[in-house]
């Protein structure tokens, strides 16, 4: 999950720089790279929001009764997915 929320920063702060520089001016061309953008971000927000829900419940509710702590609520991987897939598809736009 960590890892996850490290790669949503990484990815605002690159796309960040993006927008300064390609869509201060609208033009019939940066259409495109703008709608990937908003994919991109949405699919961030969507990542955010089950990082939220995780970080909000108690430790406890976490772990098990051995002790043991699980994450099986929220597979790192698929989480990363979907905003994975949407900056792929805005390295294709840009």
Do not use: H, Q, W
């Amino acid at each position: 999950m960590l890892e996850g929320l490290e790669r949503v920063s990484n990815l605002l702060v690159r796309y960040e720089i993006l927008e300064r520089l390609y869509l201060r001016v609208k033009r019939e061309t940066t259409k495109n790279l703008e709608e990937c953008l908003i994919r991109l971000y949405v699919s961030m927000l969507s990542f955010l929001a089950k990082a939220k829900r995780f970080y909000s419940k108690s430790s406890t509710s976490k772990c098990s009764i051995d002790g043991i702590c699980y994450m099986t609520d929220y597979p790192v991987s698929d989480d990363y997915l979907p905003f994975d897939k949407a900056n792929v598809l805005l390295r294709a736009c840009s």
